[in-house]
Every structure is written in structure tokens, then in C-alpha cells.
């Protein structure tokens, strides 16, 4: 009867074993799931931040790019302004200039029978007329290289609203590459990013001030 008893408690503790066995493997099992899970969490985490940051530095290089390429169209339209500004007076230099050379030679009409008045306005008529000759083919020129000047501004100016989509595009790309090789910029992207850069563009028109 002892020898049962014994092979009794015995086959006690194998079930109780067994039993302990298959517990631990299951609590082994849900301990690597939620390992697993928590590395793909934390993966999944990582690559989030890492595409948010390539993101920021991307629309910040895009903006940058904008941004030079306002300043670009800016510095022409003062540029143009600048031309047309020296353009007009140098007009009204050479039209006032012709004005008092047709005054003095009416005022010299006229006191030509004033000995000391006449022989005054002579020699200031003569000067003038001179100075008229040299100024007229001399602002003529001026003119002609604001006026070549002013068109040949307003085609860099467009040349550089133009090109600003396709570079803005391209920086994107490269910044996006340089922080993150896995991040692509989609189709619809794409557009998007084109037709913001050209209506921001768009708000200075070429030529205009």
C-alpha cells in the first residue's frame, strides 16, 4: 500500500510539471509577442520622427528656395524701376536742354539791337548750343542701353519664376533623400508642391512694380 501511495504522488507531481511546463511556454510566448510588438512599435516610431524631420527640412529648403526667388524677382523690379527712373530723365534732360537752346537763340532775336545784352546772350547762346551738341548724342546713347536694359531684366526675371518650380521640386527631392533614402514625394505631391511655388510666385508679376 506504501508503494501505491508513493507511485500516486508521484504521478501528482508529473501532471503538476507538465502543466507548469505548457504555462511557462505560453507565458514565454506572450512575453515575445509583446517584445515583438513593442520593437515594431518603437521601429514604427523611429521611422514616423525620422520622415516628420525630412519632411520640416524639406518645405523649409522649399520655402528658402521661394524665397530667393522672390527676392530675385524683387531686386529686377527695382532694377526696371532704376532704368525707367534714369530712362525719363534722361528725356527731360535732353527735352529741357533743346528748350533753352531754342530760348536763348528767340532771346537773341530779340536783343540783337542791345549792344552789351546782345554780345551777353551771344556768347551764353553759343555755349548753350555746344553743350546741346554734345549732350543730345550723349543721353541719346544712355537712352538706347536703358531702354535694351529694361526688356533683357524682365526675361531674367522670367527665367527665374520659371525655373523656380523645377528647383523647388528638385531641392525637395534632394533634402528628402539626404534625411530619409525611403521617403518618396508622390504624384499628388508633386502637383501640390508645383502649384504652391507658382501662385506664390504669381503674387509679383514679371516686369511689374
Known amino acids: 500500500m506504501s508503494s501505491t ?3 500516486g ?25 509583446a517584445f515583438v510588438a513593442v520593437f515594431d512599435t518603437g521601429q514604427f516610431m523611429v521611422a514616423k520622427l525620422r520622415l516628420a524631420s525630412a519632411t520640416d527640412a524639406a518645405a523649409y529648403s522649399t520655402a ?12 529686377m523690379n527695382r532694377a526696371v524701376i532704376a532704368n ?7 528725356v527731360s534732360l535732353r527735352s529741357w536742354s533743346a528748350y533753352m ?18 554780345a551777353a546772350t551771344e556768347v551764353l547762346r553759343r555755349f548753350w548750343q555746344g553743350f546741346d551738341r554734345g549732350l543730345q548724342p550723349s543721353l541719346g546713347a544712355a537712352e538706347a542701353i536703358f531702354s ?12 527665374m519664376l520659371q525655373s523656380s518650380e523645377i528647383g523647388a521640386l528638385s ?13 518618396e514625394i ?22 511689374q512694380w
Open 9 to 33: 504522488a508521484a504521478s501528482v507531481r508529473s501532471g503538476q510539471g507538465g502543466q507548469a511546463f505548457v504555462a511557462l511556454l505560453a507565458l514565454l510566448a506572450a512575453l515575445s509577442l
Open 5 to 7: 501511495v508513493h507511485e
Open 171 to 183: 531641392i525637395m527631392r534632394e533634402t528628402l533623400a539626404a534625411n530619409d533614402p525611403l521617403a
Open 64 to 75: 528658402v528656395w521661394d524665397a530667393r526667388s522672390l527676392n530675385f524677382s524683387a531686386s
Open 101 to 118: 537752346n531754342r530760348t536763348l537763340s528767340n532771346i537773341g532775336a530779340l536783343t540783337r539791337w542791345l549792344p552789351y545784352l546782345n
Open 148 to 159: 535694351t536694359a529694361i526688356p533683357l531684366l524682365a526675361g531674367a526675371q522670367q527665367v
Open 84 to 90: 525707367e527712373a534714369a530712362l525719363a530723365q534722361s
Open 186 to 207: 508622390t504624384a499628388g505631391g508633386q502637383l501640390l508642391l508645383m502649384r504652391g511655388v507658382a501662385h506664390s510666385l504669381e503674387r509679383i508679376p514679371p516686369g
